[in-house]
């Protein structure tokens, strides 16, 4: 489980963000994430999730969603995570979701992909932290809820906070 905390700090946190579509939510986070990363472009970001959606909704139930891609100009992998204000219609079943975790990893990562959409489900599938998260009202909540049970990395990451 480590190696996908140690993708995430506080600034690729959003908390309690309203959206009211999945176009709008695809468009936040990759504004988001090409903020941060600059080297990225957002309507490159934005075509590849809306490509991979369609091979597949990536909500996993439970209320949550992890739209993931691998992108050719992407050097390193990169997760953030946003919860929603509302819930919000993800697909075509009408399924709802209101935590959203967004995977990036470079193109020809595919083992390492897997393993960390794998370890991400994993932790997102535990009631409790699903519930902590959705009552987050600030980024720092919310990462403090992701490494609740991981103190070691927590304090590798205490300066972050």
């Not at 990462?143 to 972050?160: G, H, N, S, W, Y």
């Amino acid at each position: 489980m480590n190696d996908v905390l140690n993708l995430i700090d506080k600034d690729h946190i959003q908390t309690q963000i309203s959206i009211s579509s999945k176009k709008a939510l695809f468009a936040h986070m990759s504004e988001h994430i090409c903020q941060l990363h600059p080297c990225l472009a957002d309507e490159e970001l934005i075509y590849a999730l809306a490509q991979r959606e369609r091979l597949g909704s990536t909500c996993i139930g439970e209320g949550i969603a992890i739209p993931h891609c691998r992108l050719p100009h992407n050097g390193k992998c990169i997760l953030s995570l946003y919860t929603l204000a509302e819930p919000l219609s993800y697909n075509d079943d009408n399924e709802t979701v209101d935590i959203v975790a967004l995977l990036l990893v470079p193109e020809d990562a595919t083992d390492t992909h897997i393993e960390l959409l794998s370890q991400l489900a994993h932790l997102l599938f535990k009631p409790e932290l699903r519930s902590e998260l959705k009552s987050a009202k600030s980024n720092t909540d919310a990462f403090r809820a992701l490494f609740q049970d991981a103190p070691v990395i927590l304090e590798q990451k205490a300066a972050t906070l």
